[in-house]
């Protein structure tokens, strides 16, 4: 059975950090890892995904220079740090395993592939 665990939401205020992490398990073959996130009455957002290697990483612009996902071992935990967050971080974030990093944005309709999701972890940013 495939499991995937998302930990490190929390409250933190505006210019804060905050690291999440996300350990799966069940899966028996290398795999990419990443994070969306959510607001209710919003639509899902790709955050950052990184391959199975470790060795490539996609962060949307938001995020860009504020966020760094690691994959210290290159096995199946990955971490998110989240540096000089904003209010607009302000989400439910969801770590996903298997989806190809590729599969994360334009063309993340047209997979059909495995696809495993965390239940979440809030994370709130406070002005």
């Not at 690291?19 to 069940?26: D, E, K, P, V």
């Not at 994070?35 to 009455?41: A, E, L, N, S, T």
């Not at 540096?83 to 298997?98: F, G, H, Q, W």
């Amino acid at each position: 059975q495939v499991q995937v665990v998302e930990s490190g939401g929390g409250l933190v205020q505006v210019g804060g950090s905050l690291r999440l992490s996300c350990t799966a398990s069940g899966v028996e073959f290398d795999y990419a890892m990443g994070w969306f996130r959510q607001v209710p009455g919003k639509e899902r957002e790709a955050v950052s995904c990184v391959s199975k290697s470790g060795a490539s990483d996609y962060y949307t612009d938001s995020v860009k220079g504020r966020f760094t996902i690691s994959r210290p071992n290159a096995d199946n935990t990955i971490y998110l740090q989240m540096n000089s967050v904003k209010p607009e971080d302000t989400a439910m974030y969801y770590c996903v395993a298997v989806r190809p990093c590729r599969y994360y944005t334009d063309l993340y309709d047209s997979y059909l592939g495995m696809d495993y999701w965390g239940k979440g972890t809030l994370v709130n940013i406070s002005s």
